[in-house]
T-cell receptor, first 113, second 111 residues
Framework: DVKVTQSSRYLVKRTGEKVFLECVQDMDHENMFWYRQDPGLGLRLIYFSYDVKMKEKGDIPEGYSVSREKKERFSLILESASTNQTSMYLC????????????FGSGTRLTVV | AQSVTQPDIHITVSEGASLELRCNYSYGATPYLFWYVQSPGQGLQLLLKYFSGDTLVQGIKGFEAEFKRSQSSFNLRKPSVHWSDAAEYFCAVGAGNDMRFGAGTRLTVKP
């Protein structure tokens, strides 16, 4: 069964900490994405990557960075966590055309205190 | 600008009743169209997709959706809802790196 795996289901971090969210896919997909999901706002794209070491900003990149050193792994980094980054974070992957849709991980619920 | 609208934030239906969730979109070219379902605390699972051909598409879990180009709509339907269908449903429109998601419709199923 094809999979996108997010390393943590729940995380609690302190304000100002550097936070790493990890995502691994086993489908050899070129595209990978990080979204945050908040009630009433749906999914908002933070960053995406279309190839190793390539990245593009999404709609809400402020306060975040990403790393893609290997095709299967896409990391989201919160340089200095703040309480307004408390959210559900979803990783997804897809083929370049997206014709089969996106495959999502189970999500990481991050709480910043 | 590309956008996806799901007009209903929350819908409640009785078990066994029919269901229709609405989705309207605005997109420059003919996009791929998708419906996803999200159970509490989980990621999104693909229910069905449409790009071309027959405008009525069948998906998993007994869902279907109909594409109406003239109305820029892609509504999701199910003839008889089961309690396990309670979840949040997202419509998505786009292609490649440009995928837009609606805000979601939360479905509650009454016994």
């Amino acid at each position: 069964d094809v999979k996108v795996t997010q390393s943590s289901r729940y995380l609690v971090k302190r304000t100002g900490e550097k936070v790493f969210l990890e995502c691994v896919q086993d489908m050899d997909h070129e595209n990978m994405f990080w979204y945050r999901q908040d009630p009433g706002l749906g999914l908002r794209l933070i960053y995406f990557s279309y190839d190793v070491k390539m990245k593009e900003k999404g709609d809400i990149p402020e306060g975040y960075s990403v790393s893609r050193e290997k095709k299967e792994r896409f990391s989201l980094i919160l340089e200095s966590a703040s309480t307004n980054q408390t959210s559900m974070y979803l990783c997804a992957s897809s083929s370049p055309g997206g014709e089969k849709g996106y495959t999502f991980g189970s999500g990481t619920r991050l709480t910043v205190v | 600008a590309q956008s996806v609208t799901q007009p209903d934030i929350h819908i409640t239906v009785s078990e066994g009743a029919s269901l229709e969730l609405r989705c309207n979109y605005s997109y420059g070219a003919t996009p791929y169209l998708f419906w996803y379902v999200q159970s509490p605390g989980q990621g999104l699972q693909l229910l069905l997709k449409y790009f071309s051909g027959d405008t009525l598409v069948q998906g998993i879990k007994g869902f279907e959706a109909e594409f109406k180009r003239s109305q820029s709509s892609f509504n999701l339907r199910k003839p008889s809802v089961h309690w396990s269908d309670a979840a949040e449903y997202f419509c998505a429109v786009g292609a490649g790196n440009d995928m837009r998601f609606g805000a979601g419709t939360r479905l509650t199923v009454k016994p």
